[in-house]
């Protein structure tokens, strides 16, 4: 009916049934890696850390709670522009007309790449020739902050997620709680 979901028939049987089903991506990524940058100028030193990872994708299950329709769970914006007699849109089923939970459709698979800047530490270092007075070696003030930003354009909080806590289920993001940004202040003094 309109509003419902329609499902693909796959291998042109006419019949849409667990036969039409196909692998949608892999959570493993083509290539990941990061890269550490290290700069001075005179007293000053500059720290950098940044990884990415290419071509995951991450299933956002977060997301789909906020599309089913129990009455219980908080939902999307987005959930506004479903199909109404009003609206007919092809983007978003009607109230009643989505997916049975515990269907996977590719609606909830997502683009997992990213770029994250993991760490930046900025230092300073006092000058010897104040520090030989009191008869310390070096002290060093620093600055650090830890998962200052994230590129990407998965909906949630973190594409590098599982939740399963299981290394054969990576990628799936079911209320993974978001990495936390966390800023340091220390002093590192030798006498």
């Given at each position: 009916?309109?509003?419902?979901?329609?499902?693909?028939d796959?291998?042109?049987?006419?019949?849409?049934?667990?036969?039409?089903?196909?692998?949608?991506?892999?959570?493993?990524?083509?290539?990941?890696?990061?890269?550490?940058?290290?700069?001075?100028?005179?007293?000053?030193?500059?720290?950098?850390?940044?990884?990415?990872?290419?071509?995951?994708?991450?299933?956002?299950?977060?997301?789909?709670?906020?599309?089913?329709?129990?009455?219980?769970?908080?939902?999307?914006?987005?959930?506004?522009?479903?199909?109404?007699?009003?609206?007919?849109?092809?983007?978003?089923?009607?109230?009643?007309?989505?997916?049975?939970?515990?269907?996977?459709t590719?609606?909830?698979?997502?683009?997992?790449s990213?770029?994250?800047?993991?760490?930046?530490?900025?230092?300073?270092?006092?000058?010897?020739?104040?520090?030989?007075?009191?008869?310390?070696?070096?002290?060093?003030?620093?600055l650090?902050?830890?998962?200052?930003?994230?590129?990407?354009?998965?909906?949630?909080?973190?594409?590098?997620?599982s939740?399963r806590?299981?290394?054969?289920?990576?990628?799936?993001?079911?209320?993974?709680?978001?990495?936390?940004?966390?800023?340091?202040?220390?002093?590192?003094?030798?006498?």
């Amino acid at each position: 009916v309109p509003g419902d979901v329609k499902f693909l028939d796959t291998n042109g049987d006419t019949i849409v049934n667990s036969l039409d089903r196909q692998i949608l991506g892999s959570a493993n990524p083509k290539h990941y890696g990061g890269i550490t940058n290290n700069f001075t100028y005179k007293n000053w030193d500059l720290s950098v850390f940044m990884q990415w990872s290419y071509g995951n994708e991450t299933y956002n299950s977060t997301r789909m709670t906020g599309f089913f329709t129990d009455g219980y769970n908080n939902k999307f914006e987005e959930i506004k522009n479903r199909w109404t007699p009003d609206n007919p849109t092809n983007e978003l089923w009607s109230y009643t007309g989505g997916p049975q939970e515990g269907i996977l459709t590719d609606f909830f698979i997502e683009d997992g790449s990213f770029v994250r800047l993991s760490n930046v530490t900025l230092g300073y270092s006092l000058p010897k020739s104040l520090l030989s007075r009191a008869k310390i070696n070096s002290l060093r003030f620093y600055l650090s902050v830890d998962n200052l930003a994230l590129f990407t354009k998965y909906k949630g909080y973190d594409p590098d997620v599982s939740v399963r806590r299981d290394p054969l289920t990576p990628g799936i993001d079911f209320g993974a709680y978001p990495r936390s940004r966390t800023v340091r202040f220390g002093l590192i003094m030798n006498l």
